[in-house]
């Protein structure tokens, strides 16, 4: 039995936990959304 089996995590320590990746999201896909914006932009002015 490891010392992870036996603790247990608060409810904050729980949130803290699945927050983070949560975060990690958000700019990742606002990255992909503004590249995808600015290729179709640029499209039209090329053309």
């Known amino acids: 039995m490891t010392d992870l089996d036996s603790k247990k995590l608060t409810t ?8 983070n ?8 896909g606002l990255a992909t959304f503004s590249t995808i914006y ?10």
């Open 21 to 28: 990746p949560s975060l990690a999201i958000l700019p990742t």
């Open 12 to 19: 904050p320590q729980m949130k803290r936990c699945h927050l």
């Open 38 to 47: 600015f290729a179709i932009q640029i499209e039209t002015i090329a053309q």
